[in-house]
Nanobody
Framework: VQLVESGGGSVQAGGSLRLSCAAS????????MGWFRQAPGKERERVAV????????YSADSVKGRFTISQDNAKTTVYLQMNSLKPEDTAMYYC???????????????WGQGTQVTVS
């Protein structure tokens, strides 16, 4: 399984970015896909997750109203639209996918390599 992220970069506060994560190399269906982030010196935290079958989503309180997670129709690509970015959103963003999810948390997920988001 490969998860390949793209779309990170540097942006000024108030700006927008759209992250993409394309999954390949598997024949099963992920139960959920989502995004986590990790800032220097901090633990990795869940940003947003989408449950593949239901289309329901989970988002961190800190990003609600600003970030939107979505999937393509094939359920192999997950997107994170990030608006009204703040300096505290600066982090490495990781894509995650799992065949099992509980309360929006993927169990033993596959991880992407990460894409850096820097907000100044």
């Amino acid at each position: 399984v490969q998860l390949v992220e793209s779309g990170g970069g540097s942006v000024q506060a108030g700006g927008s970015l759209r992250l993409s994560c394309a999954a390949s190399g598997y024949t099963f269906t992920f139960a959920c896909m989502g995004w986590f982030r990790q800032a220097p010196g901090k633990e990795r935290e869940r940003v947003a997750v989408v449950i593949t079958g239901r289309g329901s989503t989970y988002s961190a309180d800190s990003v609600k109203g600003r970030f939107t997670i979505s999937q393509d129709n094939a359920k192999t690509t997950v997107y994170l639209q990030m608006n009204s970015l703040k300096p505290e959103d600066t982090a490495m963003y990781y894509c995650a996918a799992s065949t099992s999810c509980t309360n929006g948390y993927p169990f033993r997920p596959y991880w992407g390599q990460g894409t850096q988001v820097t907000v100044s």
